[in-house]
């Protein structure tokens, strides 16, 4: 019965490699979210998609492509790893587009470039 | 730009004494606020969050906040912490549809 669910929950890869990571919500909310958290603990978002639409991006480099084939999932793909990608990469979900609503966060996926 | 600043890296405290961790926010408009809680391993869970009304808000563990528009504070107090509450805390603060992180309070009380 987990709310916002991420997989894989560990990734390690080379530098150039491509990697994606998965993100699904159960909770029937219509907006989700990426966040990245670096070794300082520093939480900032990257993007938002409601209804599978675009609504937020962050100044993220294009290497980063979210792909949302439904409302209750939000993928994250990686093209041409760097160090500096090493990171916790965290899901959330929230019923609505609002800032009066709640985020609730998948456990995260911990990424070590190698 | 919004931004949110915690002023505490690191707090390091025994079990049963208070705790206080400082947030402001930069931000002219009406703003929503939260605090996350982030314990060991796991993800961030919400702890309290203010929209409007009174200013004292109550959350889950015994923690509480209050809002004082004019420091644009947010200030996250519990009276008497436990060991279980070592964690990494975050205020938040929402303009719109976009939610903008604090750098993290990490906590630890000791047993």
């Known amino acids: 019965d987990t709310a916002v669910s991420q997989t894989p929950k560990y990734l390690v890869t080379q530098m150039g490699n491509d990697k994606s990571i998965k993100c699904e919500q159960n909770?029937?909310?219509?907006?989700m979210y990426w966040y990245k958290q670096d070794s300082k603990k520093f939480l900032k978002i990257m993007f938002s998609?409601?209804?599978?639409?675009?609504?937020i991006n962050e100044t993220v480099p294009n290497r980063f492509s979210p792909k949302s084939p439904d409302k209750a999932h939000l993928n994250l793909h990686i093209n041409s790893l760097e160090l500096g990608d090493s990171a916790v990469y965290f899901c959330a979900s929230s019923r609505r587009t609002s800032g009066t609503e709640t985020q609730y966060f998948g456990p995260g996926t911990r990424l070590l470039v190698l | 730009a919004q931004s949110v600043s915690q002023h505490n890296h690191h707090v390091i405290l025994s079990e049963a004494a208070s705790l206080e961790l400082g947030c402001n926010y930069s931000y002219g408009g009406t703003v929503n606020l939260f605090w996350y809680v982030q314990y060991p391993g796991q993800h961030l869970q919400l702890l309290l969050k203010y929209f409007s009304g009174d200013p004292l808000v109550k959350g889950i563990k015994g923690f509480e906040a209050e809002f004082i528009k004019s420091k644009f504070s947010f200030n996250l107090r519990k009276p008497s912490v436990q060991w279980s509450d070592t964690a990494e805390y975050f205020c938040a603060a929402a303009a719109g549809n976009k939610l903008t992180f604090g750098g993290g309070t990490r906590v630890l009380v000791k047993p």
């Open positions: 909770l029937g909310h219509d907006t």
């Open positions: 998609y409601n209804n599978k639409e675009l609504i």
